[in-house]
């Protein structure tokens, strides 16, 4: 593999009702300080039906070319048409880098495009950059239950690749009118050569906030007791119009899914306010939920560490204080 055949920072772009997906412009702006670094071009790739019109978006978040699959084929993500389309883009163009958000789609098509090149993957990174000397990115995350910064390199293959979290990258200002080169890519796939089919896509019909898009969250630990009582963090979510979040041992109790667990291996969160009833702090939580603008705990153990990682600790028995709290913001808010 000669590596001097490979050059240029990719970022696969996800779509979201119809726009860039928020996740695809951070790793732009990550992305655009990492070719500005090794002095090569940004490129976006963007798959799907009728999504053409995205290069505009990520040529004024930064993208210099927009590699576009645009194909019926490619409707509704499914691994094997994305991954093929990324191969095929990937043989033809040998970026250097490729991102891709730590998204349940970013990850598994990263996962799937890695194993077949093959080539390395870094996981749920939180920091990039490249090694002037080497020119090899330096994929930074948080190992050993989040105790360690570990800074993974790809030494001996081609691309290099990581999946970002949500929120960790800083998208840039969008320069409005700048502009950049479309390639249209096709690549040759027949529907019976692919074997998963979508029957149906049914759309979550729940008003609640999404985790990840939420000003305001409410997160619950196991200080609460039972699923009962971790209702408590609903209730105050709702008076505030915020999100419900959650440590793992409340998910592991299932009292609530997966998806609202928050820290090293679940979502990390960025709301402008982050209130914690019943959550010790665990390092693998607060890894999580640490660049809040404002933290506020709720514990009633004086010595939980909680208390070391938020603005406002109150010591006391949560389902004394909430009951009072959302009682008083109800008047205030109604
Ligand atoms: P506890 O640690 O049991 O804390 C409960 C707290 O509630 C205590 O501080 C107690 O004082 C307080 N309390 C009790 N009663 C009340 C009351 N009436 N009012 C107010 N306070 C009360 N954890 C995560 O959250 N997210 C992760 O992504 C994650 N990933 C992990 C990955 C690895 C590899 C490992 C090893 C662990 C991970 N953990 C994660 C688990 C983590 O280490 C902790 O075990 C977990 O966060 C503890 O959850 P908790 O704070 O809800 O429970």
Request: glycine share 10%; charged share 25%; net charge negative.
């Amino acid at each position: 593999m000669d590596f001097q055949d490979y050059q240029g920072v990719w970022v696969f772009i996800e779509e979201k009702d119809g726009a860039v997906a928020s996740v695809s412009l951070e790793l732009l702006g990550a992305g655009r300080k990492l070719a500005d670094k090794r002095g090569v071009e940004l490129a976006g790739v963007i798959i799907g039906e009728h999504i053409k019109h995205l290069s505009k978006t990520i040529f004024e978040y930064g993208a210099d070319i927009a590699y576009v699959y645009d194909d019926p084929i490619f409707k509704n993500y499914r691994t094997e048409s994305y991954m093929k389309a990324l191969l095929d883009c990937s043989a033809k163009h040998k970026p250097e880098i490729i991102l891709y958000g730590a998204t349940s789609t970013g990850k598994d098509l990263a996962s799937a495009v890695a194993t077949d090149l093959p080539t390395g993957l870094t996981a749920d990174t939180t920091e990039l950059d490249v090694e002037e000397a080497t020119g090899l990115l330096l994929a930074s995350r948080p190992a050993f239950g989040g105790n360690i910064m570990a800074t993974i390199l790809c030494k001996k293959y081609r691309p290099q690749m990581a999946t970002v979290r949500a929120k960790v990258m800083k998208a840039l200002p969008p320069e409005p009118g700048r502009e950049g080169r479309i390639v249209e890519e096709s690549i040759l796939l027949r529907e019976e050569d692919i074997r998963t089919k979508v029957l149906e896509i049914v759309k979550e019909t729940t008003k609640k906030v999404r985790i990840d898009e939420a000003d305001i969250i409410v997160a619950g630990g196991k200080g609460l007791g039972s699923a009962e009582g971790f209702q408590l963090v609903h209730q105050l979510a709702e008076t505030l119009g915020g999100a419900v979040g959650a440590s793992r041992d409340v998910v592991e109790a299932g009292w609530i899914e997966h998806a609202h667990q928050i820290g090293q291996t679940g979502v990390t969160v960025t709301p402008k306010i982050y209130i914690a009833l019943g959550i010790s702090g665990a390092i693998q939580h607060i890894v999580g939920m640490k660049n809040s603008g404002l933290i506020i705990a709720i514990n009633n153990d004086p010595e939980a560490p909680i208390f070391e990682s938020c603005h406002y600790g109150i010591v006391g028995d949560a389902f004394e204080i909430v009951p009072m709290l959302i009682e008083q913001l109800s008047e205030v808010m109604s």
